[in-house]
Antibody, heavy 123, light 110 residues
Framework: QMQLVASGGGVVQPGRSLRLSCTAS????????MHWLRQAPGKGLEWVAL????????YYADSVKGRFTISRDNSENTLFLQMNTLRPEDTAVYYC????????????????WGQGTRVIVSS | QSVLTQSPSVSAAPGQRVTISCSGS????????VSWYQQFPGTAPKLLIY???QRPSGIPDRFSGSKSGTSATLGISGLQTGDEADYYC???????????FGGGTKLTVL
C-alpha cells in the first residue's frame, strides 16, 4: 500500500541546518508532484514547498524562500527538504504529501500524507 | 493570518448535518479547485474532498463539498462522534503562487 515515511527531524539550534527526507513506496513516485507542509504546536497547517514530478519546477512559501530547498531523487523514490538558517518559528511537525497529479503548473489536491517528523529549533 | 477564512469552531448533535465554510478571493477559490482535509489530534491530515466536490474512494457519502464564487463549503451529514476533528480547506493561489489553507475548523459532536 501507499506509504510516505518522513525522517530527519530533531532538535537544532537557531541558525543551524537540517535535512529532512521522505521515502515513498506503493505508488509511481515520478508521476506525482510532492509537497512539504508543517504544523506548529497548536496551530493550523502551513504549506512549505512543492516540487514537480520531474524535479524541474518548485514553489516555496514566502516564510521559507531563500532558506529552504526542496529536491527529489526519483531513482530512490525520495523527497528532501534542506532547511538552512533555521529559526525558532520553524519549530513544527513537518509532513510530506503527494500531489494528485504532477504538481506543475498548478498543484492539485494532496491525496496522501506521511506521518510527519518533528523539528524543534531552540538554543 | 490565513489567506482562507474558516470559522474556528462548529458544533452539532449526533445525526445532524453541519456545514463548514471557507472564504477566499478570486485569486484562490474563485479560480481554482478546493480540497478539504480532516485531521485528528496527533495524526496526519487526510483528504476528504478534492476538485471542490469530489470524494476519494473510501470517503463516505456523508461528506460533501461545494463551491460558489469565492467560497467553498464542506457538508457532513449523519454526524457521528468519530467525526470530531479539525477540518481544513486548501487551494492554490494564482497570485501568490503558493498553496493556501484556512485556519481550520474544530468540529465538536455534542
Amino acid at each position: 500500500q501507499m506509504q510516505l515515511v518522513a525522517s530527519g527531524g530533531g532538535v537544532v539550534q537557531p541558525g543551524r541546518s537540517l535535512r529532512l527526507s521522505c521515502t515513498a513506496s506503493g505508488f509511481t513516485f515520478n508521476f506525482h508532484g510532492m509537497h512539504w507542509l508543517r504544523q506548529a504546536p497548536g496551530k493550523g497547517l502551513e504549506w512549505v514547498a512543492l516540487i514537480s514530478y520531474d524535479g524541474r519546477n518548485n514553489y516555496y512559501a514566502d516564510s521559507v524562500k531563500g532558506r529552504f530547498t526542496i529536491s527529489r531523487d526519483n531513482s530512490e523514490n525520495t523527497l528532501f527538504l534542506q532547511m538552512n538558517t533555521l529559526r525558532p518559528e520553524d519549530t513544527a511537525v513537518y509532513y510530506c504529501a503527494r500531489d494528485r497529479w504532477g504538481g506543475f503548473p498548478v498543484p492539485a489536491a494532496l491525496t496522501y500524507w506521511g506521518q510527519g517528523t518533528r523539528v524543534i529549533v531552540s538554543s | 493570518q490565513s489567506v482562507l477564512t474558516q470559522s474556528p469552531s462548529v458544533s452539532a448533535a449526533p445525526g445532524q448535518r453541519v456545514t463548514i465554510s471557507c472564504s477566499g478571493s478570486s485569486s484562490n477559490i474563485g479560480n481554482n479547485h478546493v480540497s478539504w482535509y480532516q485531521q485528528f489530534p496527533g495524526t496526519a491530515p487526510k483528504l476528504l474532498i478534492y476538485d471542490s466536490d469530489q470524494r476519494p474512494s473510501g470517503i463516505p457519502d456523508r461528506f460533501s463539498g461545494s463551491k460558489s464564487g469565492t467560497s467553498a463549503t464542506l457538508g457532513i451529514s449523519g454526524l457521528q462522534t468519530g467525526d470530531e476533528a479539525d477540518y481544513y480547506c486548501g487551494t492554490w493561489d494564482s497570485s501568490l503562487r503558493t498553496v493556501v489553507f484556512g485556519g481550520g475548523t474544530k468540529l465538536t459532536v455534542l
